[in-house]
């Protein structure tokens, strides 16, 4: 299983961007996406997660209302709509995954794929 991110970059507070997550070797079917953050100096953190066989969404509450996660099987990639970012935000992003439903949706350690992580700035 292969995950790549791409989409990150410099924006100003109360702007957008959107990450991808392409992924090979994997399918989604009743699997589970997901995007953590990891700022300097700070442990890495659940933003936004997708149960694929459920429809289950889960996001933190910092970002609950201003990111989207979601799901093109079509091209194998993993979104996430990030909107009115602010300057906390700022952090490395990474998509992840795993077989099944996780417990804790929240916990890194519940995901065996990661990605090499894409960084979003905001200022």
């Known amino acids: 299983v292969q995950l790549v991110e791409s989409g990150g970059g410099s924006v100003q507070a109360g702007g957008s961007l959107r990450l991808s997550c392409a992924a090979s070797g994997y399918t989604y079917s009743s699997n589970c996406m997901a995007w953590f953050r990891q700022a300097p100096g700070q442990a890495r953190e659940a933003v936004a997660s997708l149960y694929t066989g459920g429809g289950e969404l889960y996001y933190a509450a910092s970002v609950k209302g201003r990111f989207t996660i979601s799901i093109d099987n079509a091209q194998n990639t993993v979104w996430l709509h990030m909107n009115s970012l602010k300057p906390v935000d700022t952090a490395m992003y990474y998509c992840?995954?795993?077989?099944?439903?996780?417990?804790?949706?929240?916990?890194?350690?519940?995901?065996?794929?990661w990605g090499q992580g894409t960084q979003v700035t905001v200022s």
């Open positions: 992840t995954a795993r077989l099944g439903r996780p417990v804790r949706w929240y916990s890194p350690r519940e995901y065996a794929y």
